[in-house]
């Protein structure tokens, strides 16, 4: 089992700059390191409020954590 969680990352494209929420995945050896991400941002679509904020509360964990860049990936 994979070990996951959302990070931040920058994303560079033709001379502009943006952030989004991405699902980063870790090997089971360093849990640290992501060694992939999400090809898309992650969205917020859930069927309970419940499950809204807990999303939102692991993407504001996020931001604690370094930025990734997406170009790394």
Do not use: C, Q
């Amino acid at each position: 089992m994979s070990h996951w969680n959302y990070r931040l990352v920058k994303h560079t494209e033709d001379g502009s700059v943006w952030y989004a929420f991405h699902e980063a995945y870790y090997n089971e050896t360093d849990t640290e390191t992501p060694s992939s991400i999400t090809e898309m941002p992650a969205g917020i679509i859930e069927e309970e409020l419940k499950d809204v904020e807990w999303v939102l509360k692991k993407m504001l964990k996020a931001t604690k954590k370094p930025i990734l860049n997406y170009e790394d990936f």
